[in-house]
Each structure stands twice: as C-alpha cells, then as structure tokens.
C-alpha cells in the first residue's frame, strides 16, 4: 500500500490521485506500523528529535501532512476508547514545512461502569512555514483518572491556533507545552468545565524570538468540581455553586441568577437563556471552535447553567 494513503472523515480509505493531491496520512499506529511503517518512522523521529515524549504504543493515531500540502477539509480524528481497564494512547502529528492544515481530535468516551486510569500523550511537530489549527476535545465521564500531556513543537516561522477542551466527569490531569522557534507564532484558548470530578491543568510555553498571545482560559466548576489552575494568560472563572472550587490566578465570580432572570422576562426558555450566559463566558474560547463542535461544547456548558440557576 502507498505511504500517501489517506483517509476521509468516514474513515474510508482513499487512495490515488486523491492522496497524492491531499498528501495527508491519517491512520491508526497499529495500521500504521503494517501499511506505511516509512511514515511512521520518519515521523516518530520527528517526535523523538523535538517533542521527546513519544513511546511505543501501538494504540493512538498518526496524522502526517506532507511538505506544501493544504487539505481542503479539517483532518478528523476520534480517539475514542472503549477500554474501561487501564489504558495508554498515543497520537502524533506533524505537519512538514509549507503545509496548511486544519485538525480535530475529538474523543466521547463511554460512561465507564468500573475504575480506570488512561494515559496519553499527544505530539505535535509543525515544521518551517506550516500553518496548524488544532482542536482538542475531551468528553470522558465515569470513575476513571486520566492523565494527558500535549507537547507542541514549533520550527523557524511555524504557526498554530490550539484549543483545548475539556468536560465530563472524570478527574484528570492535563499539561499543555509549547516550545516555540524563532519567528513562529502561536495562540491558546482552553475550557475547562469540572463536574464532580478534580482538573488539574498546566500551561508551560517557552520561546525566544517567537509571538504568542497571552492564552486564553475559561474554568467553570459545578457540583463540587476542583480545577486547579498554573500558568498566565488570561484566565477567568466561574463557580456554579458554594461546593466547587477554583484554584487560578485570575478572577473567578459566582454565577448571576439576575441575568438568568433578566433573560427569562423577556420570554427568553430556560435553556436558550442559559446558552445565552454559556456563549458570553465561554466566547473567546467558542469562537475558535469549528462550529458543529462549538455548538455541542456550548450546549453542555448551557445546561449546567440552566441546572445550577434556573
């Protein structure tokens, strides 16, 4: 099988003058290792050169966008597990000098039953002149731990727009690193939202002769959710109750029955005006979301709204 393989958002193969205009590779590293083993190799040594976080896990993904390369669509990928045990996923990525592309990582987990601990690290290469734009989404509820490291290495005059989000109701403990080269560019906007369940995050970027605007974080916790907060930016919080708690150096409010109020005399429902609320908190960060994903991470933020005010 041709290393140019790609694969659509139905995760049909496509093969052909189709790959070889797209240059995308986007499979499994299982399927990996047996159709384009060249690929990921020259790839792991990407990771292993700059990230330095890769290990041999045969579950995850690997996404390669080849030199110069500029995918019409967003490149998707669902790193969903159906494990409820202890788990460890990989996923890397790397965009070659030149190339344009646009990246979800989305993962809806299960509601596990039983205890479990998943571990995962992401790799991100962008190579000289690449442009990025990745989202990261994690829905995981049940009784499980789940600890996750993404690492962002940014070459001479790369760019990338990251956005991470995170919901559901199991604890987690999550580190995002960039490493910026000279001339490149990044900016970061996350969501946390924390029910029942601790978050612990940390942002570390380093860089010198790079931009990067100051990250953009929206916490919110309800139902005695912890998030534990260590980095800068521009961080704010929102407590939906007396039990939650925020740890961050920013400013963190109470929610406003009176707007909720406000909103529902003017014959606003219960659920618009609470999508209302979530939309004005969590803008900054909705914004940079491909829309069906925004749409979906607004009405979870809107009903825990509803549910805590109204």
């Not at 990928?77 to 159906?82: A, L, V, W």
């Not at 919901?167 to 580190?175: K, Q, V, W, Y």
């Not at 998030?227 to 007396?242: K, V």
């Given at each position: 099988m041709?290393?140019?393989?790609?694969?659509?958002?139905?995760?049909?193969?496509?093969?052909?003058?189709?790959?070889?205009?797209?240059?995308?590779?986007?499979c499994?590293?299982?399927?990996?290792?047996?159709?384009?083993?060249?690929?990921?190799?020259?790839?792991?040594?990407?990771v292993a050169?700059?990230?330095n976080e890769?290990?041999?896990?045969d579950?995850?993904w690997?996404?390669?966008?080849?030199?110069?390369?500029?995918?019409?669509?967003?490149?998707e990928?669902?790193?969903?597990?159906?494990r409820?045990?202890?788990?460890?996923?990989?996923?890397?990525?790397?965009?070659?000098?030149?190339?344009?592309?646009?990246?979800?990582?989305?993962?809806?987990?299960?509601?596990?039953?039983g205890?479990?601990?998943r571990t995962?690290a992401?790799d991100?290469?962008?190579?000289?002149?690449?442009?990025?734009?990745?989202?990261?989404?994690?829905?995981?509820?049940?009784?499980?731990?789940?600890?996750?490291?993404?690492s962002?290495?940014?070459?001479e005059?790369?760019?990338?727009?990251?956005t991470?989000?995170t919901?559901?109701?199991?604890?987690?403990?999550?580190?995002?690193?960039?490493?910026l080269?000279?001339?490149?560019?990044?900016t970061?906007?996350?969501?946390?939202?924390?029910?029942?369940?601790?978050?612990?995050?940390?942002?570390?970027?380093?860089?010198?002769?790079s931009?990067?605007?100051?990250?953009?974080?929206?916490?919110?916790?309800k139902?005695?959710?912890?998030?534990?907060?260590?980095?800068?930016?521009?961080?704010?919080?929102?407590?939906?109750?007396?039990?939650?708690?925020?740890?961050?150096?920013?400013?963190?409010?109470?929610?406003?029955?009176?707007?909720?109020?406000?909103l529902?005399?003017?014959?606003?429902?219960?659920a618009?005006?609470?999508?209302?609320?979530?939309?004005?908190?969590?803008?900054?960060?909705?914004?940079?979301?491909?829309?069906?994903?925004?749409?979906?991470?607004?009405?979870?933020v809107?009903?825990a709204?509803?549910?805590?005010?109204?």
């Open positions: 041709a290393t140019s393989t790609i694969f659509d958002r139905n995760t049909r193969m496509i093969e052909g003058d189709l790959a070889a205009q797209y240059g995308v590779v986007r499994r590293l299982d399927e990996a290792r047996v159709r384009c083993p060249a690929v990921l190799a020259e790839a792991l040594e990407q050169a700059y990230c890769w290990q041999p896990i579950h995850g690997l996404v390669d966008v080849a030199a110069g390369a500029a995918p019409p669509q967003a490149i990928i669902n790193s969903r597990s159906e409820a045990s202890t788990s460890q996923q990989h996923t890397v990525i790397v965009v070659h000098a030149g190339a344009r592309a646009s990246i979800v990582d989305g993962c809806s987990a299960p509601a596990y039953s205890w479990g601990e995962e992401i991100v290469v962008v190579l000289a002149g690449a442009e990025l734009d990745y989202t990261l989404l994690r829905n995981v509820c049940g009784p499980t731990s789940e600890s996750r490291t993404a962002v290495w940014l070459a005059g790369a760019a990338i727009r990251q991470f989000c919901l559901g109701s199991a604890s987690e403990e999550a580190r995002l690193r960039m490493t080269g000279s001339g490149s560019s990044a970061l906007q996350t969501l946390v939202f924390a029910s029942v369940r601790t978050v612990e995050l940390t942002v570390d970027v380093a860089g010198e002769g931009s990067i605007a100051p990250p953009v974080i929206r916490l919110i916790a139902q005695g959710g912890r998030i534990r907060y260590s980095g800068n930016g521009e961080t704010r919080g929102l407590l939906l109750d007396d039990e939650s708690r925020i740890e961050a150096p920013g400013a963190v409010g109470a929610s406003d029955a009176t707007q909720l109020t406000y529902r005399s003017r014959g606003i429902g219960a618009d005006a609470g999508g209302m609320l979530a939309a004005g908190f969590a803008r900054p960060v909705l914004a940079s979301l491909p829309p069906p994903h925004a749409v979906e991470v607004e009405r979870v809107a009903l709204l509803q549910e805590s005010i109204g």
